[in-house]
């Protein structure tokens, strides 16, 4: 159970770092729109978009949501360290895929989309990690004498997902192209109805005993009709709009339902209050978008800042307390450090209204500067990033390695991002050359060393072969600077990188390094 637990402890704190990624590059799309830009190749206001929007989709919220069937199943009948083998190689797989998203993305290699904006060929990665995520499926409920229904539902879908994905975003045979365009009301019922076995789910974890639910004639009609609206489309023709229109509205059947499910429960106070938070966005969205769907409302709204507030409160407060309800029992900050949901609550809250209020400006109904609402958009935005500060503790109390390693943090990791994102401004500025091409390689490697550092600060046991392992990268990359300086091949970039690795390495090899090289003699 302790492994378990510490394996979602770990994991939930890795993928948040995504989250404030995301959040990060939101911000800066925001400060974009306010005319506030630079001529960098990567920090372009399309690229911003393209991370923010992917990360929000594929980011933290989908990966903590991935493990809701295991931690049920470690509730009823426990863990296997087999399959917890195989949940952290399916993690690690989606790690490496958000990494190849973000740079690509970063880059400019995007597919024009309004979303899924990555390219195709990245979704093999998603398909791999996939696999690992049925293995370990099949590992942990290898523990039921009795498989339950829901454990059946979920292997036909996990098993399906990975093969539908590679389908449905292919970009010549798939279905992404013609169906970002919306809103479509069969499509938003579609993506309701997800959310229901979700919020079943969730409840039956959370509960105290065994939750029975009622009302299931709720999600059953909808069900009914979606699913024979897919086949309509698929083998007849494209629905009318007042079909669409009544599909819309059949996602109302959930207010009734979602309220049952909830009053049923015996949830702890912590978690039940992050689902009610949860529900009542959902509810709160189902109903403002069946209001917007009304025709002489749609085309007034269609499309400007108060659709894209809506957007906001759907994933970020529907879907994202839908996660921190599912880890409230695993997370202790959750529960005993409240201000950061309410300040993050706060801010998105603040970040809805400003963009429903500029929704209303844009449509003609109100006269306020948009201008103004988009500063406000972009200072919620940041509150938002720093609501993320009231989970992460600081440590204050450094031994001089330590500092030493924090400050290779700054200088390499930091340093690093800082030159991904702006030497393609900042390099001109200087007098120095820039091709935009093998100098983001040795960025990354910036960037790696910086990690070493990293390590080497939060793992103490293996501090010093880690720091060791700085200084020899620091010679050899520094080695290699002096000669392309002295060859000509670089101009006064290359000795400064030189000069600065090979003091830094110096500090510790004069002020930290006490191995005998030699034994003494007897």
Same mark, same amino acid.
């Given at each position: ?78 863990f ?5 083998h ?49 293995i ?13 229904l829901w ?8 098993i399906?997902?990975p ?20 809103p479509h ?19 039956k974890?959370?509960n ?39 599909l ?8 009734p ?14 978690s039940k ?44 407060? #529907?879907?994202?307390?839908m ?41 003609g ?22 609501s ?5 503790s600081?440590?204050?109390d ?18 690093g ?24 390689i040795?960025?990354?490697?910036? #960037? ?24 020899m990268?620091r ?43 030699c034994?003494?003699?007897?």
């Amino acid at each position: 159970m302790e492994n378990f637990n510490l394996f979602i402890q770990r994991h939930f704190k890795i993928s948040l770092v995504f989250f404030a990624i995301g959040l990060f590059f939101g911000l800066i799309y925001s400060i974009n729109l306010l005319g506030y830009s630079i001529d960098s190749k990567t920090l372009n206001p399309a690229n911003m978009r393209s991370i923010h929007i992917s990360l929000m989709l594929y980011g933290f919220i989908p990966l903590m949501l991935s493990y809701l069937p295991f931690l049920l199943i470690n509730k009823e009948v426990g863990f296997s360290h087999k399959g917890l083998h195989y949940l952290n190689l399916f993690t690690i797989f989606g790690y490496i895929f958000l990494i190849f998203m973000i740079n690509s993305l970063l880059f400019g290699e995007n597919r024009g989309l309004a979303f899924y904006d990555f390219a195709y060929e990245l979704n093999f990665i998603l398909a791999i990690a996939g696999v690992f995520y049925i293995i370990a499926l099949f590992k942990f409920i290898k523990q039921y004498k009795v498989l339950p229904l829901w454990i059946k539902v979920c292997l036909r879908v996990v098993i399906i997902a990975p093969i539908a994905l590679l389908i449905l975003m292919n970009p010549i045979i798939g279905q992404v192209e013609s169906t970002v365009l919306g809103p479509h009301g069969d499509n938003t019922l579609g993506m309701s109805l997800a959310l229901i076995p979700i919020y079943y789910l969730i409840i039956k974890l959370l509960n105290n005993g065994s939750f029975k639910a009622r009302w299931n004639i709720f999600w059953i009609i909808p069900s009914v009709f979606y699913f024979s609206s897919v086949l309509y489309r698929i083998f007849l023709e494209p629905l009318t709009y007042n079909q669409e229109w009544f599909l819309q509205y059949l996602t109302l059947l959930y207010i009734p339902l979602l309220y049952r499910w909830y009053k049923d429960s015996n949830i702890e106070i912590f978690s039940k209050s992050a689902l009610f938070i949860s529900i009542f966005a959902f509810l709160f969205v189902d109903v403002e978008g069946n209001i917007i769907f009304i025709p002489q409302i749609r085309w007034l709204f269609h499309r400007n800042d108060l659709v894209v507030g809506h957007a906001h409160v759907a994933m970020g407060i #529907c879907i994202f307390f839908m996660v921190i309800a599912m880890f409230t029992p695993y997370i202790k900050k959750l529960n005993t450090n409240t201000n950061f949901i309410k300040f993050y609550l706060f801010a998105i809250l603040g970040i809805f209204f400003v963009l429903s209020i500029s929704g209303f400006t844009q449509a003609g109904i109100i006269q306020i500067s948009t201008n103004t609402l988009w500063i406000f958009r972009s200072i919620f935005g940041l509150l938002a990033l720093c609501s993320l500060l009231y989970l992460v503790s600081f440590k204050t109390d450094f031994s001089l390695l330590q500092k030493y390693n924090l400050f290779g943090v700054l200088a390499d990791g930091m340093g690093g991002i800082v030159l991904i994102l702006f030497a393609s401004y900042l390099y001109p500025i200087l007098g120095f050359s820039f091709n935009a091409k093998y100098e983001y390689i040795v960025f990354a490697f910036v #960037c790696m060393t910086g990690l070493i550092h990293f390590l080497a600060l939060i793992y103490k046991e293996h501090e010093e072969i880690l720091s060791k392992l700085t200084v020899m990268i620091r010679v050899f990359i520094s080695s290699i600077f002096f000669s392309l300086f002295i060859s000509n091949s670089l101009g006064i970039e290359a000795l400064l990188i030189c000069a600065f690795d090979i003091f830094y390495a110096l500090v510790y090899l004069l002020y930290f390094y006490k191995e005998p090289l030699c034994k003494k003699l007897p």
